[in-house]
Nanobody
Framework: VQLQASGGGLVQPGGSLRLSCAAS????????IGWLRQAPGKEREWVSC????????YYVDSVKGRFTISRDTARNTVYLQMNSLKPEDTAVYYC?????????WGQGTQVTVSS
């Protein structure tokens, strides 16, 4: 069972990145998926979540209108499309899969927004 986050990198302000959270050994569609981030010196915060059905999504106010979370069932992957990136989006991003008492974490992927 493994959850792997990828897609981070260095991007200029106003740019875009797409983060991927891929699962092996279990089906992501059965789990609620969340993206969290942690910037240096700050607490980890929830960025976005999507329900197991995909019918409900959540975004923290600071990313509303810029980030979109989505599922790709065929690829057993959840994406976080990040547009209009700002320097304050710089952080390590983590994905989490939760279902009842089961809780899996991917390793972080670094996103740096800088000119």
């Amino acid at each position: 069972v493994q959850l792997q986050a990828s897609g981070g990198g260095l991007v200029q302000p106003g740019g875009s990145l797409r983060l991927s959270c891929a699962a092996s050994g279990f089906t992501l569609d059965d789990y609620a998926i969340g993206w969290l981030r942690q910037a240096p010196g700050k607490e980890r915060e929830w960025v976005s979540c999507i329900s197991s059905s995909g019918g409900t999504t959540y975004y923290v106010d600071s990313v509303k209108g810029r980030f979109t979370i989505s599922r790709d069932t065929a690829r057993n992957t959840v994406y976080l499309q990040m547009n209009s990136l700002k320097p304050e989006d710089t952080a390590v991003y983590y994905c989490n899969a939760a279902r009842g008492l089961r809780n899996y974490w991917g390793q972080g992927t670094q996103v740096t927004v800088s000119s």
